[in-house]
């Protein structure tokens, strides 16, 4: 009865209508590309050896995005249609068992449409159908008035009545490997596109006494297929729908969930709140009761738990400790790790810094290339100069050190454990522990000066 199962996704077209330069199966939707999304799905229930994909256009690329998966592909050099792309598939594909046909542009059908799709076993063929309002465009069902499947008809090739036809044609399909692979051989190019229809196979298989069963789904989004850039907007929409449902039935609070954009990806700990508009993006992963504020940008970002990112900070390849708390319009890019209970203010920008425990830098900071020692406080208009115009340099700072308001650190320099620095000090060299490092003029008073130069 469980017999192994390929799937066979196409993705060879180059989707003219997108006008793009990037193949139209490389375009992102809900924060993965539209032939990874359905990749992810064929692996729900095949094994990646099993899955072959049918690249042609740009096919190195849409390979390099495929490689981590494990999936096969074939090569189909030339787009001739549906039925020709499925036909490249044949020698990487096993010739028995069940064969699923998926597209590489239709990415919205769940795991639980395609498991009881494959669950059918059919005979000879099972096809997913919808009934649309408008199914301008589609394929439609035909069926005798018994309500046996007879053909499907492309839309071009429909006449009037059979366009009056609202049941459509999905072009997802279940197939008997051994049924279809006998017969895929006549499908010809006998319409007005000249090219080969994989929806002729139905009327084939019919007529040596193989019977196409239509299942028709309850929710047509489910097959919605893109082919502009218009489709896509609407698809990513459903895909971010999806995700912030998943996130709210698991325990987060999401205000305004309209507003948030959240990768498939991205993980959000329970009774953590997002706020309106935060985007959450790549392998963003945040911990339980955490808050984001509104407005912020957390992109392949670590979040310890109870972290509060206040409204506009940007949070770019780092990570956070526990209880910290970031922002408003603060930015994290390049490899930050910041320890547990660490402040971070308004108008501080870190890149590859790290900050220990409960370190602090709260208003208007530049902090480049740097360690920073747990319990330190970075003043006010501090800056690392970390680059001399050619390359960059570190600059170290020890455990509990003070850092007078607008002080400059040319680095490379060591602000040893326990060193103060006077505000508004340049910082050279080695400041050594317990030591005072003062680096400024000395401020000068000339009195009666402002009467004298005003007569
Ligand atoms: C197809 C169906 C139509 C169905 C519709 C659903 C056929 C003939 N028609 O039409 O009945 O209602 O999908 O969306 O099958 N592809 C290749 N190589 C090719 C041609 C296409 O790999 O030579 C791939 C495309 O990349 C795409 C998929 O097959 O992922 C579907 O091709 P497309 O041209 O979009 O078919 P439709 O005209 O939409
Ligand atoms: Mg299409």
Redesign the pocket.
């Given at each position: 009865m469980n017999s192994p199962v390929t799937v066979v996704i196409?993705?060879?077209?180059m989707?003219t209508r997108m006008r793009s330069k990037i193949a139209?199966?490389l375009h992102r939707a809900g924060g993965l590309t539209l032939v990874e999304h359905v990749v992810r799905l064929a692996l729900t229930v095949a094994e990646p050896e099993n899955i072959v994909v049918?690249v042609?256009h740009q096919a190195d690329q849409v390979r390099q995005t495929l490689a981590p998966y494990g999936v096969k592909t074939a090569e189909?050099t030339e787009?001739?249609?549906?039925?020709?792309?499925l036909r490249c598939a044949q020698s990487a594909a096993p010739a028995t068992g069940h064969l699923v046909v998926l597209?590489?542009?239709?990415p919205l059908l769940t795991a639980e449409t395609l498991r009881s799709l494959v669950d059918e076993r059919p005979e000879t063929a099972t096809v997913l159908t919808a009934i649309l309002d408008d199914p301008t465009?589609?394929?439609r069902i035909l069926r005798d008035p018994d309500g046996h499947v007879l053909a499907?008809v492309?839309h071009k090739a429909a006449t009037e009545a059979q366009r009056a036809i609202r049941e459509?044609?999905?072009?997802i399909y279940c197939f008997r490997a051994e049924r279809l692979w006998a017969h895929i051989d006549l499908i010809g190019t006998n319409n007005p596109a000249g090219?080969f229809?994989?929806?002729d196979i139905v009327e084939l298989l019919r007529v040596v006494g193989g019977k196409t069963h239509a299942r028709i789904l309850a929710d047509p989004n489910e097959l919605l297929?893109i082919?502009s850039r218009v489709e896509l907007a609407e698809v990513d929409r459903i895909f971010r729908a999806r995700k912030v449902i998943d996130l709210m039935l698991s325990g987060v609070t999401i205000e305004k969930p309209e507003t948030v954009v959240v990768d498939c990806d991205v993980t959000v700990g329970q009774d953590s709140i997002l706020e309106p508009g935060t985007r959450l993006v790549g392998a963003t992963h945040i911990g339980e009761d955490c808050r984001i504020g509104a407005g912020s940008v957390l992109e392949n970002a670590q979040l310890a738990e109870g972290v509060i990112v206040q409204p506009y900070t940007i949070i770019q390849d780092s990570s956070v400790g526990a209880g910290s708390r970031l922002g408003p319009f603060a930015r994290l890019r390049m490899h930050n790790v910041v320890g547990a209970i660490a402040h971070i203010g308004n108008f501080v920008e870190l890149k590859n810094t790290t900050l220990g425990d409960g370190a602090k830098a709260n208003h208007l900071a530049y902090l480049g290339d740097s360690i920073i020692g747990a319990r330190s406080n970075v003043g006010a208009g501090t800056i690392t100069c970390n680059y001399d115009g050619v390359h960059k340099h570190p600059t170290t700072i020890g455990e509990g050190v003070f850092v007078g308001s607008n002080s400059t650190l040319v680095a490379p320099v060591t602000l040893e454990s326990g060193s103060y620095i006077a505000a508004g000090s340049v910082i050279t060299d080695t400041v050594p522990t317990g030591a005072l490092g003062l680096g400024r003029g000395r401020q000068v008073n000339k009195p009666g000066w402002v009467k004298a130069k005003k007569g």
């Open positions: 196409l993705a060879a077209g989707g139209k199966v049918v042609g189909q787009q001739r249609g549906t039925g020709h792309a597209y590489g542009d239709a465009g589609y394929g499907i492309e459509i044609n999905s072009g090219e229809y994989l929806t297929g082919n």
